[in-house]
């Protein structure tokens, strides 16, 4: 289980997180959803590591990993897939893979985690000797996504998978985010398309300006009145 505790961030000048309480259940997809600037990336990059908290617990599995390296939280199980996607436009899709697996120490394990992505995403099968470069935004979101599960995390965080994509490529991206789970990883999900994230999610967070406005069960918030005027564009 991943327990946030009174975190509190700032991110330059700006006091991003404001006394954060949150729990992600293992076995569950867990979505915060929030407007542009709430803090949402700001918790998932603290959370790993790549941006310092200012005090509370970020407790994972009953270790505070508050103030640790990045990679020393990767490899006890926790991976971010960033906004942006951030491939390796240069090396080939079969290479990209290869590197989300540096944690890795046995080499059965790499080619079962490899083959665990080819299975998820077929595409990147055939195109696994392409530039990840020359892939569509959709495939380099898919690419981002099965790099991350080269690392065979626990909890895997995903920040705006859908961002950019055809409303096709968005629903199979869900589609796989829910069979991940369903495998047994665990999912903290941030995403603008708020309807998409509480339909699969099984507890939400609402954060506004750096603090927990609501929570509650993802079906629950689905139908709250003032969720769906707010982030579902419903009058």
Sequence with gaps: MLRLESLSVYYGGIHALRGIDLEVADGKIVTLIGANGAGKSTMLNAIVGLVKSASGKIVWNGEDLAGKDTKDIVSKGLVLIPEGRHVFPNLTVDENLRLGAYVQQDPRRVKQSRERCFDLFPRLRERMRQSAGTLSGG???MLAVARGLMTDPKLLMLDEPSLGLAPLISKMIF???????RNGTTVLLIEQNAHAALEIADYAYVLETGTIAM???????LKDE???K???GES
């Design 226 to 228: 003032g969720i769906r």
């Design 215 to 221: 929570q509650n069960i993802g079906a629950a918030l």
């Design 230 to 232: 707010a982030y579902l």
């Design 139 to 141: 495939e380099q979101q």
């Design 175 to 181: 589609d796989i985010i829910g069979e991940i789970n």
